[in-house]
């Protein structure tokens, strides 16, 4: 009966870590660190490109503002930064969000399923 709750714990623990920390750290908790370590790469990947042209597009909004191109006005600068680049570049930005939520709610899923799985094994 203890093991029962254990286990039951673990299964929403899993679950609940990687709905809110981060893809695959449920999967830590339940000893599949492979799954594990493919969802959190797969999530940084995707964030890394997301990140990287946000880093860009903000570089290049401080540049006009030191070449005076810009006034230094909150206003123009968020109307800068809502600009959307290129077609290409936005394209891969969308592809790496769907990426992020799609390797998210997988591991939700899969961390959960699998702890319900292992609960199964330990009765």
């Known amino acids: 009966m203890i093991t029962r709750a254990l286990a039951s714990g673990t299964t929403k623990k ?14 830590m908790i339940l000893k599949q660190y492979r799954r594990g370590s493919i969802l959190m790469l797969s999530a940084m ?24 191109e810009i006034p ?10 809502a600009i959307p680049n290129s077609g290409a570049e936005d394209s891969i930005v969308h592809i790496a969000a769907i990426v992020v939520g799609a390797v998210w709610i997988f591991g939700i ?14 009765i």
Do not use: C, W
């Open 14 to 27: 899993a679950a609940l870590l990687s709905a809110l920390v981060f893809p695959g750290v449920g999967h």
């Open 45 to 68: 990947a995707a964030l890394s490109v997301i990140v990287t042209k946000a880093i860009n597009q903000a570089f290049t909004i401080v540049d006009r503002i030191n070449s005076g």
């Open 72 to 81: 230094v006005d909150a206003g123009a600068i968020m109307e800068l930064a």
């Open 109 to 122: 899923i899969d961390s959960y399923r699998l702890g319900i799985i292992q609960e199964k094994q330990d």
